[in-house]
């Protein structure tokens, strides 16, 4: 619900309050980059207060970036403050959250859960959108984004009950599941910065950079991909490893493509945003359930996902900085949407060689 409700709106929101297109890409692109650089900090951190800790740490400063960022309006110290505490929230959160999916989950039954946390996601995409956009068009910016940082907040409750699950302080990645995690969350990230990121800002435009339209779309493609969340990975599970590889990677080409062929008009976009839901839950599953599977197998989970982490923020701040190159230049949309392309093309490859290996049986 946070990210719904309040995540998806984060960068039209900056698009309304003054930013210039391309500055709102670069803004992206230094929260990747900062990511970076604080994760050099998180390893020691996560080593003296635990996995668990590290979650809730990250959740708790994240709500706090949410109320930030209401107080934004282009260029200044708002700014510059919301960029840190995200990148400072985000780095310890998802960073550990993979950490703890990875070595937590069951490898055999590791698609279905994947898949069933894509569903539960989509389930809030049919309702945060358009509470997020409501909020935002009556109530304003600083009542939506607190109702997002409340939501954050809240998510922390369950993880109370959980274990500290601490981690080994002198485990080291091999080479192979170094490569591995950087690679493949790399390529994420270019994709991410095409079908999340870039498309976001531009479906706002093309909805005519409505918070209650944008809101809504979001929401009618969120019953779409619900149903298909619990669905795709059950063929992983099955043991058709290679099938679903190759259905995950065409259904995110399948999306980008969309996406570049629907971002001009108003009803094409809606159906590219629905094809978007659709399409995603598989590629997910497909990617996200060997690199949790390789993860559990490696030396430690962790710094696996420190590797992945790092790799994410690199693709991801690598498009988006394309993507303001490109604006500024005055190209159209098309090129900054293509980028996710690569990014799939190099997915399949990467795992496509790990096909047959035990990490992902």
């Not at 970076?36 to 003296?48: A, G």
């Not at 708790?60 to 109320?67: K, T």
């Not at 080994?168 to 994709?191: I, N, T």
């Amino acid at each position: 619900m946070a990210s719904n409700a309040g995540g998806v709106f984060v960068y039209i929101y900056l698009l309304k309050a003054g930013l210039a297109l391309p500055l709102v890409f670069l803004t992206i692109g230094c929260l990747m980059v900062l990511r970076i650089v604080i994760r050099f900090c998180v390893v020691p951190v996560i080593k003296r207060i635990g996995l668990r800790n590290g979650v809730i740490l990250g959740t708790l400063v994240e709500g706090v970036s949410y109320l930030m960022l209401a107080h934004v309006h282009g260029l200044g110290v708002w700014l510059v403050g919301y960029i840190s505490v995200a990148s400072l929230g985000t780095a310890f959160y998802w960073t550990c959250f993979h950490a703890i999916v990875a070595r937590q989950g069951d490898v055999e039954k590791r698609g279905a859960q994947v898949s069933a946390r894509e569903a539960i996601f989509a389930v809030t995409a049919t309702i945060g959108p358009l509470f997020g956009g409501l909020v935002l068009t009556f109530a304003g910016p600083f009542w939506a984004f607190a109702c997002a940082g409340v939501f954050s907040m809240f998510s922390t409750l369950p993880w109370l009950g959980s274990e500290r699950l601490s981690v080994e302080p002198e485990a080291q990645l091999d080479a192979h599941s170094r490569y591995y995690a950087s690679g493949l969350a790399f390529s994420d990230g270019l994709v991410a910065a095409s079908v999340n990121f870039t498309w976001r800002i531009f479906l706002f435009q093309t909805l005519g950079e409505s918070f209650e339209n944008f809101g809504g779309a979001m929401a009618v493609a969120g019953l779409c991909g619900a149903f298909m969340g619990l669905v795709a990975g059950r063929l992983f599970d099955l043991g058709h490893h290679k099938r679903s590889l190759q259905m995950g990677a065409l259904a995110g080409a399948c999306v980008v493509i969309a996406q570049v062929l629907g971002y001009h008009m108003v009803w094409s976009a809606i159906l590219a945003t629905i094809i978007s839901a659709i399409g995603l839950p598989l590629y997910m599953s497909a990617l996200m359930s060997p690199f949790y599977n390789l993860a559990k197998a490696s030396a430690c989970s962790f710094r696996f996902s420190v590797a992945g982490e790092n790799g994410f923020d690199s693709g991801a701040g690598l498009g988006c900085a394309a993507a303001a190159l490109f604006t500024w230049l005055g190209l159209p949309a098309t090129w900054p949407l293509l980028i996710g392309l690569i990014g799939c093309a190099s997915i399949y490859i990467l795992l496509l060689r790990l096909s047959t290996s035990k990490a992902m049986v």
